[in-house]
Nanobody, 114 residues
Framework: QVQLVESGGGLVQAGGSLRLSCAAS????????MAWYRQAPGKQRDLVAETSGGSTYYLDSVKGRFTISRDDAKNTVSLQMNSLKPEDTAVYYC?????????WGKGTLVTVSS
């Protein structure tokens, strides 16, 4: 089992920055992909950014503003979010793939005011 704990959400004005962090703990042998998803009220959960095998993916709407990074020694993944927009408001979820099984954090709320 892998447990994920997110931190760093909050309220920020448009144009501001936030940094989300996620720490994985438990019986960890090998984490493959690490990612951040988000879900706005009434909408589906979308993949925002992912890092896997040295490659990264970003949702088009966050390219150039968000940066995902991971520390494999500490089993952490972070999401630096700059130039935030009201449409970035959502609950952000950490996700990791461990031995082929996806694990999710409980989510952290990011609210961007205009």
């Amino acid at each position: 089992q892998v447990q994920l704990v997110e931190s760093g959400g909050g309220l920020v004005q448009a144009g501001g920055s936030l940094r989300l962090s996620c720490a994985a703990s438990g019986s960890i042998f090998s984490i493959n992909a690490m990612a951040w998803y988000r879900q706005a009220p009434g909408k589906q959960r979308d993949l925002v950014a992912e890092t896997s095998g040295g490659s990264t993916y970003y949702l088009d709407s966050v390219k150039g503003r968000f940066t995902i990074s991971r520390d494999d020694a500490k089993n952490t993944v972070s999401l630096q979010m700059n130039s935030l927009k009201p449409e970035d408001t959502a609950v952000y979820y950490c996700n990791v793939m461990h031995l082929g099984i996806p694990y999710w954090g409980k989510g952290t709320l990011v609210t961007v005011s205009s």
